[in-house]
């Protein structure tokens, strides 16, 4: 498979990333989801501090990902892999942030 370099901005930061090429479509999408929660966090909740928001929204997308893997290990590979890339994209990005 052929290996992409891309950027992704997440809570207005840049993240350079290396993904398969057949994953940009996911990961664009899951940077764009995780920046629409952010929103809602800010505007909802009044929450100032984004590293907050993003641990927020990580343990709510950990939480859906255990639930969805409780419900149904029925998933079909395309889900599981979405679920993974997104899983994965929120640790390179949680990391990136950590240090």
Do not use: C, H
């Amino acid at each position: 498979m052929q290996e992409l370099s891309i950027k992704v901005s997440v809570a207005e930061r840049q993240y350079p990333l290396k993904i398969q090429a057949s994953d940009e479509e996911n990961v664009r999408k899951a940077a764009w989801k995780v920046n629409e929660r952010l929103k809602e966090y800010v505007e909802k909740y009044a929450v100032s501090d984004r590293q907050d928001a993003l641990a927020m929204i990580a343990l709510e997308f950990a939480t859906e990902y255990f639930s969805e893997l409780e419900k149904g290990a029925g998933l079909d590979p395309a889900a599981k892999s979405l679920i993974q890339s997104i899983e994965d994209q929120l640790d390179q990005i949680l990391k990136s942030t950590q240090g």
